[in-house]
């Protein structure tokens, strides 16, 4: 009785074989695996290149510094998937993190004028939603006249910049928490507002992938003319993801103003393109259907990871940033024009 061994060519052959077999049947996941491997490459970079990046507060620093550009990019995932798009972001988080300062030095007890905040962000949210799905303007138009106008209320309400107290409640929302405690000052903090981030990731993707809502947000991105004749909610849910992208707009502008102890109208001048930069760099494609949170948050990573290196080096001008921010979303963009045309076959 004889028995043949598959030799390491052929197992090799064979499990390359199955990757791209795999691949192929998931052709939609080839962006954000792209994601990470830019996240990885740039991480070894770093460390090779500089040192001191595979370090606890680099960590901490890198999630600080972005939880609210996680916590928008999260909510354009919502509104990219259905085909859409949302600009207004940046200026509703210029005016209620304005209008969040005003109130509470003037008595506002914090959690009030939180708690407004958010509403607000809702609100523009809630106004885009329907100019969108009941007056059928197109969402660029849409958010494009919610951002002006909320741009514009930020600068009635102040062009200075408007400071927190140095003893206001509301700064505990940037209180740093240690949870390792490093060698030196290597170590492992974060505050409310990434904890908060982490929930909104964790929320954003419970519903995406374990509710009605979600299951309808990716049907209208796949065809909204199909998911009408199934019976889908496609109005109340074009509705609500406007509402979701402007509340986490208001969340990260409560987590931004307390970690910078002040606001001014200007904050947030091209945040809505980050974010968007994130969601598509994150494998979200700009005509919907496809596209994860956690997608999302490695794009934040890598927008957030690439100013850490570019401030190492010392060499780059800060201005560079947007070049190769922009560089980078053309190659996700041409890489998503690769995927669709793959999936059409």
């Given at each position: ?140 138009i849409a958010t494009l006249a919610m951002m002006f106008l909320a741009r514009g209320l930020a600068s009635m309400l102040s062009t200075v910049p408007e400071r927190l107290a140095d003893d206001s409640p509301f700064l505990v929302l940037a209180e740093n928490f240690k949870i390792i ?165």
């Amino acid at each position: 009785m004889s028995t043949t061994t598959a030799t390491p060519e052929l197992k090799t052959e064979k499990s390359g074989n199955d990757v791209f077999r795999w691949l192929k049947l998931h052709i939609e996941l080839l962006p954000t695996i792209a994601a990470v491997v830019i996240f990885v490459a740039m991480i070894a970079y770093g460390q090779i290149a500089y040192g001191g990046i595979l370090q606890a507060n680099t960590v901490s620093n890198l999630l600080i510094n972005n939880a609210h550009l996680i916590i928008l990019a999260v909510g354009l995932t919502f509104v990219i998937l259905t085909g859409g798009i949302d600009l207004s972001v940046g200026a509703v988080i210029a005016f209620t993190s304005v209008l969040g300062v005003i109130l509470m030095n003037q008595g506002w007890n914090p959690w009030l004028a939180l708690g407004l905040m958010i509403v607000i962000g809702a609100a523009f949210g809630a106004v885009s939603g329907i100019l969108i799905q009941y007056f059928n303007v197109q969402p660029f138009i849409a958010t494009l006249a919610m951002m002006f106008l909320a741009r514009g209320l930020a600068s009635m309400l102040s062009t200075v910049p408007e400071r927190l107290a140095d003893d206001s409640p509301f700064l505990v929302l940037a209180e740093n928490f240690k949870i390792i405690d490093g060698p030196k000052v290597n170590d492992l903090i974060i505050t409310p507002g990434v904890i908060i981030a982490i929930i909104v990731v964790v929320a954003g993707f419970f519903v995406l992938h374990r509710t009605r809502l979600g299951r309808t947000v990716y049907a209208i991105g796949g065809s909204e003319q199909s998911a009408k004749l199934m019976g889908l909610p496609v109005a109340k849910t074009k509705l609500a993801i406007y509402i979701i992208s402007g509340t986490l707009a208001g969340v990260a502008s409560a987590i931004y103003t307390a970690r910078l102890g002040s606001a001014q109208n200007i904050t947030g001048i091209g945040w809505e393109l980050d974010a968007i930069a994130a969601t598509v760099i994150g494998g979200t494609l700009l005509t919907g259907g496809a596209g994860f949170v956690l997608g999302s948050v490695v794009g934040a990573l890598v927008l957030g990871l690439m100013n850490v290196l570019i401030t190492r080096d010392g060499g780059i001008p800060p201005e560079a940033t947007t070049i190769i921010t922009g560089g980078i979303l053309l190659v996700f963009v041409l890489l998503q024009r690769g995927v669709l045309a793959k999936k059409r076959e």
